[in-house]
């Protein structure tokens, strides 16, 4: 009785062998089930793809901290193709600016605070000062004339890449997804409900990127090398409204500006 109950029980087995790991034992859960099969490559072939998928993309939101020199600046922008929008700010609502470019008119936004630490229009664009008027008031007067106005910047001006930089899809990306050092494929998780890859640079020293397994494989999250800063990356594809502002929201100086260097 025994050897006829084992041999039925042996049977049951391998009739569920394609179901069950062993008698009584679920199935092993294939990672990659129901994903878009990047998670099996190689690191440096998922970060071509995020990176590829990243350039095909008609638009994103992007957003999070960057360190730079000692300081931390948030940032959140939309980009698109022809252009972008959006604030960068740190910890004083003084240095915080608005940018936004259409095509190549490359407008900025800012409190009178920001332009008084050191941008103003040149000195042949400001209003004439009165004889008694002090050098304070000067600034005083200009900065206040282009609080919450969209200044335009002129296409040859110092500050016209630096300030598009911020505003290209395309080369903000490009510096943003390249990892430094030896490539290799992390752990699995997520970013925002959505299933993650992460592939790291120099065992994470050289920064992160965390890489969608579902639909296209676009990157979510992005942590710089060094501790340079951490970025989420969303709204992939989705357009949005861009426009040149008003007339009436515009100061257009045609001269050069005088940017402060440091928020």
Wanted: aromatic share 4%.
């Amino acid at each position: 009785m025994r050897t006829r109950n084992a041999a039925l029980v042996g049977a049951l087995c391998v009739g569920l062998s394609a179901a069950l790991t062993a008698c009584g034992g679920a199935a092993a859960e294939d990672p990659d089930a129901g994903t878009n099969g990047v998670g099996k490559l190689e690191a440096p072939a998922i970060q071509d793809k995020a990176r590829a998928a990243a350039r095909s993309a008609e638009a994103v939101h992007l957003s999070g901290n960057v360190v730079s020199q000692g300081r931390t600046y948030r940032i959140d922008m939309r980009l698109k193709k022809n252009g972008g929008m959006g604030r960068v700010s740190s910890s004083s609502d003084a240095s915080a600016f608005e940018l936004l470019r259409v095509g190549d008119e490359l407008y900025l936004k800012a409190p009178a605070g920001f332009w008084a630490k050191g941008a103003s229009p040149s000195a042949s664009a400001a209003p004439a000062p009165k004889a008694s008027a002090s050098k304070s008031g000067d600034a005083a007067a200009a900065a206040g004339k282009l609080d919450d106005k969209y200044v335009k910047v002129p296409s040859d001006d110092p500050s016209y890449q630096q300030f598009k930089g911020f505003t290209d899809k395309d080369v903000l990306l490009d510096g943003l997804l390249g990892l430094h050092g030896e490539l290799a494929r992390g752990e699995r998780g997520s970013v925002g409900g959505v299933r993650t890859v992460r592939v790291t640079g120099a065992k994470g020293g050289g920064g992160t990127l965390d890489v969608s397994l579902v639909g296209t494989p676009y990157p979510l999250r992005v942590q710089r090398a060094g501790g340079a800063g951490q970025l989420e990356l969303d709204g992939w594809g989705k357009d949005f409204a861009l426009a040149v502002p008003a007339k009436s929201q515009t100061v257009d100086y045609g001269k050069q500006l005088r940017i402060p260097s440091g928020g």
